[in-house]
């Protein structure tokens, strides 16, 4: 007994030391591999059993993963299974099969016997490390369980303290991938904040694509002003027809990943072997798509490869877009520049200085919008030493206009010195524009003859604003409203009407443009034809440039200075 007590003595000694190198061993680890190699071929080396294996417990499945078996087995590393006992073990921290109600999974080959530890830590279940009988058939002693039972205990800490390493070793991981994707795109935004050519955008996307995550074939869909347009593409056997692209741009929403039932509608995407769409969002509203094929690697997609695609993508998308703003922009100040010139050259058309005629008292004046217009009037000397006042308006703004205006300039000068009727005269001028102008092209025209001796204006209104008349000695305006249809409208059926109309002294008159007249407040309310005549009745003792400039100041005070038109003044009184 004596002999006896000494070998047990001994021989717990023995685990004693054993256990303490090993626990120094395995917690020290970082290794997760270490650690179950060590567990298992210590306890199977010390007790001498052929038959052991660990199961690693798999929490999403609640299977079990053979991570490491040693003897002659039925399953291999790698397989899972189930086992038939709840899967943190009933709290027990060693199950016997021999015991329990259901039968046990036979891992081993004339499998007889063996015991389940329960590899836990105090919150978790990690697994089991199986262990069959010794190999002289004989069972583990309690001695011997109780020393498996605490190295298992043991290697349950090592265990849960290398997958914790090994996850936060893959966090880190993840982590300085993303600290070198942010990087990547801070550095790419620099890249892309200087570039106006849409070419260059194009390629340092391909190759970031190409750098980063491997991909080599791929396309760059966008949509502009509701068009869509083939930006950047590589490695594909041909690039998508326009109703392609537009199938492409409604089937693609978020991130679409291998899916056929997708693919399958687009012969394009089958045929260039494309495995992921990724739609780009701008504002809240779908703007672009990615499409790419597998990557280099041959590794699969991430949700992390995803989300730097979209990054990447929208950086572009963003530098895309403002080439064409800045496109967009140098052509606004090119045409800028071009009705600053034209309003500059059709300012020129108009006479300055005004000429003077003996017997009158003249103002005459144009108010420019911001753009080019169609407003004109002309005072010019006949070779007869009387003089012609004309004011005209041409449908429509801007550069056609303001060419229209010019040509009727052009027109009157040619027919100045040409000994013809007033009325023969609009007639000739009706017909070229009507033959050499688009359709909806018109002139609102008056124009007269002033004899300075008669103090007679002989007219022509064609369609135009009636000139006003206020005698010195009533209160009621009469309008000059004789005359034809306006220029351009059809050809001369009939000769214009031109009348003649004596004046007095103190008489006066006013010819305006419907810049005049129609031009709006705030409140969308017209300045009108009542306003124009009492504020004439109310100043018509002023000289014709004071009246003029009452009535110019009248109408920007009632528009606000707001001018959606322009506006042309031509003020005589008779001396």
Partial sequence: MASSSKTDELQSRFELKTLLETSRMLIESRETDFVLNNLLLITMGKLLIPRGCILIFEPESGRYTVSRIKGKANVREEDTLELPWQRTGNGQNIIDPAKEDTKAPELFQNQEGGLYFNLQTSTHHLGYLYLGNKGNGNPLSRHEVEFVESLSIISSVAIANSQMFTELRGINRKLDRRVYELNTLFGLSKDFSVMVDREKIASTFKFALLGQLLIRKFFLICEFDENLELMGANGLKRNPKKEEQQKIFQLADGVIYESPEYFSEISFLRENEITALISLELQGEKTAVVGVGERANREPYTESDFNFLQSLGNLALLSIQKTFFFEERIEKERLEEELNIAKTIQQRLLPDPIPEIPTLDLAARNVSSRQVGGDYFDVVQTPDSNFILAIGDVTGKGVPAALLMANLQSMLHILLPVDISLSEATGRINNLIFENTPSDKFITFF??????????????????????????????????????????????????????????????????????????????????????????IKHRNLSAEALQQKIIDDILDFSNENLSDDMTLIVFKVD
């Fill in 447 to 536: 124009w007269g003859k002033y004899f300075q001796k008669e103090k007679r204006l002989r007219y022509v209104n064609a369609g135009h604003n009636p000139p006003l008349v206020l005698r010195h000695d009533s209160k009621q305006l009469e309008e000059l409203n004789e005359g034809g249809l306006i220029l351009g409208a059809m050809s001369s059926m009939s000769p214009y009407e031109e009348t003649d109309v004596y004046l007095n002294s103190g008489d006066l008159v006013i010819c305006f443009t419907d810049g005049v007249t129609e031009t709006f407040n705030e409140k969308n309310q017209e300045y009108g034809d009542e306003r124009l005549h009492k504020t004439i």
